[in-house]
């Protein structure tokens, strides 16, 4: 029996209800204790060790699955042959698969033994463009640099623990795998244009999976994403990730003869450098504390050498690590890319998309996974971190619920979306990873689901779930400018 049945949400007035299921009378109350009283209550470490060895001796379909995914890299809203091959791979562990969900994301479900909270295990299909990566698909340059073919391994990893025999069934819950698209906010322009056209409504993969409500009856999230940094053998929690709103600008000039007759022309590139120097500008007034991070490229800058150039197009992400400071910093890098245009006599077109929250640890939920880490690969490689560069749509769904993101190791290279980054360590990155959350899910929903109902009870979402929709379209905007 799905818990949805109970009256779960995101929403924190269904909060309350949700716990009074389990913790204090209500009509369901006679029926959570004789679905639980049924539950052989196996010892939590006994079943974390079954978890943890029957990845071991069954996770080669895992390791499989992230291999194929190197092999056909695709970017965000295109992942058609990653998704078959990982609908086929879940499907082959028994289980249903919901297909087409924004595009091309999936989830299924295993179910516990009774009734309790549905963690959210969760991965993603994209690749970004990165030239000149070994692995990288010749026609697209899209190629596995953030290593989330590791993370559909881990997922799958985590489910084939979960169904070594007698481990669901002393479970108080269900698991549901949530594999989402387009993590990497990149080609912005196309996503933007797919947006318009209606085909979905966020540019990344998780908001636009809240958005079609399928959060709405997952209680916790967790998701490991593989990265460079060390440790290269172990694990580590980063405290936070940043936040950013992503940004799409057109600079319309006028064409003219660049050598002949240039002072016909207005040159839509100075325009964009002039901007560009505006956004340096503003560097020394920002705190540490904002770790904001603006970088903007030109994905236009002319069409003929030998023309003043009319059309200069630029994306750019405005990174940092509160909303507030996002908003703050935004205004800023509006007012360069108008002065830019204002300097030459330029037209500017500045389309703001909502882009991804900072991200928070629930504090339980990475205490609970880093000593499941531990126990794997020891203490020593079991690394805590402050506040990521980065951003990640996980982020989003931390401000609605509890959920961790934990990093793996098992990858080398200068970092992560370089050309040199290659993972060296499948065990690491997918079967332990798999190990470690699965154990965490064993901890969550052992004992009629008692850590998990505390983690949800303790934990204080940031807003609630059409909160959370009505701050991220309040981030859209389409303006120009022109002198
Ligand atoms: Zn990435
Ligand atoms: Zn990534």
Redesign the pocket.
């Known amino acids: 029996m799905r818990i949805t049945s109970f009256p779960f949400g995101t929403g924190a007035t269904h909060r309350k209800s949700r716990i009074s299921c389990y913790t204090s009378a209500c009509s369901h109350l006679t029926f959570c204790i004789s679905e639980w009283t049924l539950v052989n209550p196996s010892n939590t470490v006994d079943l974390k060790n079954l978890v943890s060895d029957y990845v071991s001796s069954h996770g080669k379909p895992a390791i499989d699955l992230a291999l194929a995914a190197l092999s056909h890299p695709e970017t965000g809203y295109q992942e058609f042959k990653t998704a078959a091959a990982t609908a086929s791979a879940i499907r082959a562990l028994g289980l249903e698969v919901r297909e087409g969900l924004a595009v091309t994301g999936m989830t299924a479900t295993l179910q516990g033994g009774s009734p309790g909270p549905n963690i959210a295990i969760l991965s ?1 299909l994209d690749a970004l463009p990165v030239p000149g990566h070994p692995d990288a698909d010749p026609d697209t340059t899209a190629a596995h640099a ?3 073919h590791c993370q559909l391994g881990n997922m799958l990893a985590a489910a084939i623990g979960l169904q070594a025999p007698g481990v669901l069934e002393s479970l108080s819950g269900s698991i549901t795998l949530m594999v989402v698209p387009a ?2 906010y990149v080609e912005i322009e196309w996503r933007n244009e797919q947006r318009k056209s209606g085909r979905f409504e966020f540019l990344g993969g998780k908001p636009e999976f809240v958005r079609l409500g399928e959060l709405d009856d997952v209680d916790i999230c967790m998701m490991t ?1 593989v990265t460079t940094e060390e440790p290269h053998d172990g694990f580590g929690v980063f405290a936070s990730n940043t936040g950013l709103v992503a940004k799409f600008v057109k600079y319309r000039g006028v064409k003219s003869h660049a050598g002949g007759a240039p002072h016909l022309g207005v040159n839509a590139l100075n325009a964009a450098h002039m901007a560009i120097a505006g956004i340096h500008a503003q560097r020394e007034t920002y705190k540490d504390e904002d770790t904001i991070r603006v970088h903007p490229i030109i994905t236009r800058g002319g069409s003929v050498v030998n023309a003043v150039p009319d059309d200069v197009r630029m994306e750019t992400f405005v990174r940092g690590s509160s909303i507030k400071a996002i908003k703050s910093a935004n205004e800023k890098v509006d007012r360069a890319l108008r002065a830019g245009a204002l300097a030459v006599g330029a037209t500017v077109e500045i389309t703001t998309l909502p882009g991804y929250l900072p991200l928070t640890q629930d504090k339980t939920l990475a205490s609970i996974h880093r000593l499941n880490a531990e126990t794997l690969v020891g203490p020593d490689l079991v690394h805590e971190f402050g506040m990521r560069g980065g951003s ?1 749509d996980m982020g989003d769904l931390t401000q609605i619920m509890p959920g961790i993101h934990p990093y793996v190791g098992g990858a080398v290279g200068r970092s ?1 979306h370089s050309e040199d980054m290659i993972v060296d360590d499948y065990n690491l990155a997918v079967l332990d990873a798999g190990k470690a959350m699965a154990m965490t899910v064993v901890d969550l929903l052992s004992n009629n689901a008692s850590e998990a109902i505390r983690v949800v009870t303790e934990h204080k979402p940031s807003m609630t779930k059409d909160e959370y929709l009505e701050m991220q379209r309040g981030f859209l905007s389409e303006r120009s400018f022109t002198e």
């Open positions: 993603e953030c290593a989330h993590e990497e994403h990640t992560n």
